[in-house]
C-alpha cells in the first residue's frame, strides 16, 4: 500500500514569490496535516483538513493557507514568501487519531 | 514553559545498550501519545503509539505512559547502529487531533 506521497521533493523560491506543495494521503484516509519543520524549531502544526473543510489552524499567519480536494488529496500554499519560510513542510494522513507522515517537501527561500 | 519537553541530547550509547528516552508533558488532556524515528532529511516514521496510561510492546521497543507524572518514554532494547537517528514524541487531546511534538532527542549508536 502506497504512504503518503508530497511533491515536489525540493522547492527554490526568492522571496515574495508564491509556492505550492502538495499532497496524497495513504488510500482510505480522509485527514491531512500540515506541518512545518523549521530548523531549531521543531515540528509546528500548520493545517487540519478533514472531508474537504478546513478542520483547525497553527498559529501561522494568513499567507499560509491550503485546500482539500474530492480525493482527499491536498495542497499548501504559501504566499508572499520570506525567508524565515525556508523549512520542511511535511503532510499526514490519519483515519483518526495516528498520524503517518510524508517525506516532505524541502523548501528554500533565496 | 513548553507544553512538551524532550532533552535534544544528543545520546550516544554502544551497540547493545538499552536506550532510555523521555519527554514530559503539561497538558493533562493529552490522551494519545506516539514516538516518532526521523532519519535525517526525512519524514517521520511512526514507531509506537499509546493510548491513555500503561506500556505497550513491539519487538525491541516499549513505550510507557504515566499520566499521572505526565511522562512518557520509549526504551530501545540491543540497539543497533540502524537505530541512530531522531526520536520525537508527540501526543494530542482526543477533541483536536492536532499533534503536539517534543523537540526530539538525536540518538547515536556506536558499532
Known amino acids: 500500500e502506497a504512504g503518503v506521497t508530497q511533491s515536489p521533493t525540493h522547492l527554490i523560491k526568492t522571496r515574495g514569490q508564491q509556492a505550492t506543495l502538495r499532497c496524497s494521503p495513504i488510500?482510505?484516509?480522509?485527514?491531512v496535516y500540515w506541518y512545518q519543520q523549521a530548523l531549531g524549531l521543531g515540528l509546528q502544526f500548520l493545517l487540519w483538513y478533514d472531508e474537504g473543510e478546513e478542520r483547525n489552524r497553527g498559529n501561522f499567519p494568513p499567507r499560509f493557507s491550503g485546500r482539500q480536494f474530492p480525493n482527499y488529496s491536498s495542497e499548501l500554499n504559501v504566499n508572499a514568501l520570506e525567508l524565515e519560510d525556508s523549512a520542511l513542510y511535511l503532510c499526514a494522513s490519519s483515519p483518526k487519531n495516528i498520524q503517518y507522515f510524508g517525506a516532505g517537501t524541502r523548501l528554500s527561500v533565496l | 514553559q513548553k507544553e512538551v519537553e524532550q532533552d535534544p541530547g544528543p545520546l550516544s550509547v554502544p551497540e547493545g545498550a538499552i536506550v532510555s528516552l523521555n519527554c514530559t508533558y503539561s497538558?493533562?488532556?493529552?490522551?494519545?501519545f506516539m514516538w516518532y524515528r526521523q532519519y535525517s532529511r526525512k519524514g517521520p516514521e511512526l514507531l509506537m503509539y499509546t493510548y491513555s496510561s500503561g506500556n505497550k510492546e513491539d519487538g525491541r521497543f516499549t513505550a510507557q505512559v504515566d499520566k499521572s507524572s505526565k511522562y512518557i518514554s520509549l526504551f530501545i532494547r540491543d540497539s543497533q547502529p540502524s537505530d541512530s537517528a531522531t526520536y520525537l514524541c508527540?501526543?494530542?487531546?482526543?477533541?483536536?487531533?492536532?499533534?503536539?511534538f517534543g523537540s526530539g532527542t538525536r540518538l547515536l549508536v556506536r558499532p
Open positions: 497538558n493533562s488532556a493529552f490522551q494519545y
Open positions: 488510500s482510505g484516509h480522509t485527514s
Open positions: 508527540a501526543m494530542c487531546a482526543d477533541s483536536s487531533y492536532k499533534l503536539i
